[in-house]
């Protein structure tokens, strides 16, 4: 349809604007700069470029000299239309440098980008305070550089970028309202600061810090400002191990991907919307992580993770997008209802699965769930049956890769599509089926047959499946039938061709279930005559044809067990022993042909036995007691109160004689501790009845002197305990405690000397009496693992104590001791 001219007017001056802006645009360089191509457009996205305005672009590519870009493009602007905008790039080469003393030039243009560029002057270089600067890209700078630009004027910026260089700190921007993305990814940034985050840079853009050194977040108070709501964060390839706290800035979109992230124990960002913290080292997702958050996607793909505990996911009522795939779940069984949205879709591929998750109780009222899970080494047993009936039901739980989900075990299905699996007649048993086995589950008679045939065994498995069993050894290298705990659980045990040349009489006795037993070409010489006393079921089938059984004496009673009804060896006519040539059937062996006396065997062999093996066990009780002789009445003594051997008492019956106390302690003053916590508390606390001690510091009478204390505590003790320390052994005062009590002793024979040996002795440094002593006399060790016991066992029993005269104990420690 054509157009009608409703006012010519009107379309005289839109003629006139459209002519005037084509010649504004076609407007050329009237100088270019040396070393720089100039020329029309420019090659970055349209989105970048601006509208309605004239666009020229200048490319300097330098090597290895200086380049004043002041005065250069400062001659460009001047000769060019004031409405056109430049596209400045410039690449330096080698050692090349620039001189950038002004910026007058960026008030035309919209974009500056700077690749491996050195600035040769040290001045600040400040930006216009207007620019219509969209763009602004430095690549490979140095730090100090960029530390010395000042920007501003950014109004129009949209995109900010600083990328492989060795800036260590983000730079101060200003306010941008246009700009949507700041990118200082590969960098050398390693921190930062409160202050930073919390300025307002843009409305709503993208902050790329991918690629540096962070190590950690700042715990930051919460901002209650709502200008940075939707702002997007990408902190991926740093280093972060603490994600901390950072406040809630209004984060919409978290990137922690390929960081060093172990646990979220702090994670409290409640306006995140988008989540990535996939290719970290998280091994648990605790309950506490999520919680209150509005998600939309949650990326925990390709880490570790190995456990997530109940409802961690079930609070995120806004989840669309779950991506757990690549890690090591064995299972999946989060509750992930009620959505609020439309429809919701879990990533679960490339973890260990061993079923799909089919929990369908927590889906009720759900919107369709979408489940991928395909590359998991899944479990094809009877298990399985539940996958293959959803997956053929329409609605509910969808698994969108259910044609590429295979089985992993067991290993003869390994490759294989799940749905094609057939379980109808028999299903796999997988976890309890022993090593080098195939196990399955026979549904129509409910019994799992095992298959271990071939497999060069040596012994009988331990560990079975539950239920009935059909086990198939056949063709290994088992040498003895020993009982297993499933043998009472067996229906049929074949063990042919094996090396079974022994059969244990509790593991046949085990078999009386058995249906069939097949033992043939195995190395059977004679079975247990125990055989006769299984109560084998009225339809038990054995076989043992083609066992070198031995015609002998002992197996006279097996034929006539064979001949009886009850006999349950189904072979029988076809056994053969080894006589003499030709082979005898077992069931024609008489006594007769082997010369056999039966009346003349041995009756009292058993009693012989009997008496045998209590004669031995004599001999060993006696060896055992003379050999630890002392600790045997230690402990007799000690624990069962039984004093059947010494020390008993001494000549004038120590025990007999009514003393002030059972025992009097002399220590020195290394010793104190160890006396008053262990040894004292030990004996007047736990001990029932308790001693009554004799303690020079609290039981010695005021205004005596020491020597006539010490001859009292000798006189009223029942025994002189002496805790030995070289410090003791160095006394004089208490080596003359010690000589008091040993001449009274020699004298009266009415008191006990027991010596405990605390520190080790340098003996060189010994009086001579003292290392006699010594030499012709015990003591006791304090690290003896029987310490206690033999200390209890030497001293005397302690004697009743008359509580109206018994002594307060003191506190020890503010007193030395007598020595």
């Known amino acids: ?167 260590n700190k983000v730079p101060a921007l200003p306010f941008a309202p246009r700009l949507y993305s700041v990118v200082l990814t590969d960098n050398e940034i390693d921190n930062l600061e409160c202050d930073w985050l919390g300025k307002r840079h843009c409305l709503s853009c993208v902050i790329d810090l991918s690629g540096n050194e962070i190590q950690s977040l700042p715990r930051c108070p919460t901002s209650n400002s709502t200008t940075s709501n939707g702002l997007t964060l990408m902190l991926s390839r740093n280093n972060i191990t603490d994600i901390g706290n950072i406040g809630d800035r209004h984060i919409g979109n978290l990137d922690l991907s390929r960081n060093e992230i172990t646990e979220l124990s702090s994670f409290t960002y409640q306006h995140l919307i988008v989540l990535n913290i996939s290719y970290n080292k998280l091994q648990i997702i605790k ?104 997956s053929k039901t329409p609605g509910g739980v969808m698994f969108v890769d259910k044609d590429k989900m295979r089985c992993g075990q067991p290993e003869r299905l390994n490759g294989q599509l799940l749905l094609d699996v057939d379980l109808s007649d028999s299903c796999p048993v997988i976890e309890s089926c022993p090593p080098h086995c195939e196990c399955d589950y026979q549904t129509s008679s409910a019994i799992t047959t095992i298959d271990c045939s071939q497999q060069n065994l ?116 076809n056994l053969t022993c080894i006589l003499h040539s030709p082979v005898q059937y077992v069931i024609d062996v008489t006594g007769e042909q082997l010369n056999c006396d039966v009346r003349s065997l041995p009756a009292y062999l058993s009693y012989v036995i009997s008496f045998s093996v209590i004669i031995l066990v004599v001999i060993i009780v006696v060896v055992i007691v003379a050999k630890y002789r002392l600790t045997v009445k230690v402990l007799l003594y000690t624990r069962l109160n039984i004093q059947v051997f010494g020390p008993g008492p001494l000549p004038g019956s120590v025990e007999n004689v009514q003393k002030d106390y059972d025992v009097c302690i002399s220590y020195s003053e290394d010793a104190l501790k160890w006396t008053k916590e262990t040894l004292l508390h030990r004996l007047e606390k736990i001990e029932s009845p308790p001693y009554r001690v004799l303690v020079p510091d609290r039981d010695f009478l005021a205004g005596e002197s020491i020597l006539d204390n010490v001859a009292m505590a000798v006189e009223k003790s029942s025994s002189a305990l002496f805790v030995f320390t070289q410090a003791f052994a160095n006394s004089e005062m208490g080596l003359f405690h010690f000589h008091q009590a040993y001449a009274h002793m020699l004298k009266e024979k009415n008191i006990r000397i027991i010596i405990i040996m605390k520190d080790k002795l340098n003996t060189e440094e010994l009086s001579d009496d003292l290392r006699a002593y010594f030499k012709t006399h015990t003591y006791i060790d304090i690290n003896d693992r029987l310490f206690w016991d033999k200390l209890l066992y030497v001293l005397p029993k302690p004697q009743p104590i008359d509580i109206k005269n018994q002594t307060e104990p003191v506190d020890l420690t503010d007193k030395a001791n007598f020595v």
């Open 458 to 573: 040596s012994t009988l498995q331990k560990n079975m499946p539950n239920g009935q069993l059909s086990l198939n050894l056949s063709g290994n290298s088992i040498e003895v039938l020993e009982e297993r705990e499933y043998f009472r659980r067996l229906v049929l045990l074949d063990l042919r061709s094996n090396q079974i040349h022994r059969i244990t009489r509790t593991g046949l006795t085990l078999l009386s279930d058995v249906k069939s037993l097949l033992l043939q070409e195995n190395y059977i010489s004679q079975l247990p005559r125990t055989i006769v006393d299984v109560p084998f079921k009225y339809d038990t089938t054995i076989y043992l044809s083609d066992n070198p059984l031995r015609c002998t004496c002992d197996l006279l009673w097996f034929p006539e067990w064979l001949k009886k009804s009850n006999s349950s060896v189904s072979d029988k006519a």
């Open 1 to 167: 349809m054509s157009r009608k001219w409703n006012n010519p007017a009107t379309d005289i001056n839109l003629w006139w604007m459209c002519l005037v802006i084509s010649v504004v645009f076609t407007t050329t360089f009237a100088f270019c700069p040396p070393d720089c191509e100039c020329g029309k457009g420019s090659d970055l996205p349209v989105l970048i470029q601006p509208f309605f305005y004239p666009k020229r672009h200048i490319l300097c590519n330098f090597t290895d000299v200086n380049f004043d870009l002041t005065k250069n493009l400062n001659l460009v602007i001047q000769t060019i239309n004031d409405s056109a905008l430049l596209d400045i790039q410039v690449l330096c080469h080698g050692d090349s440098s620039i001189n950038w003393t002004d910026t007058t030039f960026l008030k035309h243009a919209f974009a500056l980008r700077m690749l491996n560029c050195v600035i040769a002057n040290n001045d600040p270089i400040r930006f216009p305070l207007e620019t219509p600067l969209r763009l602004l890209l430095f690549k490979q700078m140095r730090s100090e550089d960029i530390d010395q630009i000042i920007f501003r004027g950014l109004t129009s910026l949209n995109l900010f970028s600083i990328v492989n260089s060795d800036v």
């Open 287 to 390: 309950q506490i992580y999520f919680d209150g958050m509005y998600l939309t996607t949650l990326d925990l793909s390709f880490n570790q993770i190995q456990t997530i505990e109940t409802s961690s996911f079930s609070n995120l009522h806004n989840l669309k997008l779950l991506l757990l795939n690549g890690n090591r779940l064995l299972q999946f069984e989060e509750v992930l209802t009620p959505f609020a949205v439309a429809y919701a879709e879990i990533n679960l591929k490339e973890n260990r699965l061993r079923y799909p998750p089919l929990d369908q109780s927590g889906f009720q009222g759900s919107p369709k769930l979408k489940i991928s899970a395909s590359n998991n080494p899944f479990f094809c047993d009877c298990n399985m049956k539940e996958f293959q009936n959803i």
